[in-house]
T-cell receptor, first 117, second 112 residues
Framework: NAGVTQTPKFRVLKTGQSMTLLCAQD?????MYWYRQDPGMGLRLIHY???????AKGEVPDGYNVSRLKKQNFLLGLESAAPSQTSVYFC????????????????FGEGSRLTVL | RKEVEQDPGPFNVPEGATVAFNCTYS??????FFWYRQDCRKEPKLLMS???SGNEDGRFTAQLNRASQYISLLIRDSKLSDSATYLC?????????????FGTGTKLQVIP
């Protein structure tokens, strides 16, 4: 099982460049999330999606856009990269976020390391 | 005050030792609690859920204290392979959906 797959795993950008991170999951999960992880800050939620065609803002959404055109894919876009966006980005998915059906487990991809110069 | 707080460590312990981590949360409406493990430069993975009555999984024991709003993780007979960062996760029910909040993690280094 592939689980959650992120591409690319590493990328170096110059300030002002744009790029898209792709997250794909093969577990038929409804919910998908994009987090960034920085030293001393822990995991912070950027955007999330509760199903195909829906997206919502998380804790730190500024400078990012997302799309969920297909249930299995969740894309994170940086339109104009800034050095402050240098981070490790993790995609995650879960079966459901509804209280009654939630097992509580998030499944993470291996991470994408982004450096903005 | 942060929603979920953990001592960042590092906790340096010898093999075979017992070590415990605490995690405090600020929202008394928090409903479910978990410990995740994250190895260096890897993704977080679920270690165990934390139940109100406390629960054990091999060498790992998790406890919840709702009155004092903290959860704990106890590791007995530490192994070198236990070296990792342990993330506390707290979920709050928000309109029937879960808001997931991660702590910043506690780093454990088990020394030979």
């Amino acid at each position: 099982n592939a689980g959650v797959t992120q591409t690319p795993k590493f990328r170096v950008l110059k300030t002002g460049q744009s790029m898209t991170l792709l997250c794909a999951q093969d577990m038929n999960h409804e919910y998908m999330y994009w987090y960034r992880q920085d030293p001393g800050m822990g995991l912070r939620l950027i955007h999330y999606s509760v199903g195909e065609g829906t997206t919502a803002k998380g804790e730190v959404p500024d400078g990012y856009n997302v799309s969920r055109l297909k249930k299995q894919n969740f894309l994170l876009g940086l339109e104009s990269a800034a050095p402050s966006q240098t981070s490790v980005y993790f995609c995650a998915s879960s079966y459901s976020n509804r209280v009654a059906r939630n097992t509580g487990e998030l499944f993470f991809g291996e991470g994408s390391r982004l450096t903005v110069l | 005050r942060k929603e979920v707080e953990q001592d960042p460590g590092p906790f340096n312990v010898p093999e075979g030792a017992t070590v415990a981590f605490n995690c405090t949360y600020s929202n008394s409406a928090s409903q479910s609690f978990f410990w995740y493990r994250q190895d260096c430069r890897k993704e977080p993975k679920l270690l165990m859920s934390v139940y109100s009555s406390g629960n054990e999984d091999g060498r790992f024991t998790a406890q919840l204290n709702r009155a004092s709003q903290y959860i704990s993780l106890l590791i007995r007979d530490s192994k070198l392979s236990d070296s990792a960062t342990y993330l506390c996760v707290v979920n709050i029910n928000s309109g029937g959906y879960q808001k997931v909040t991660f702590g910043t993690g506690t780093k454990l280094q088990v020394i030979p």
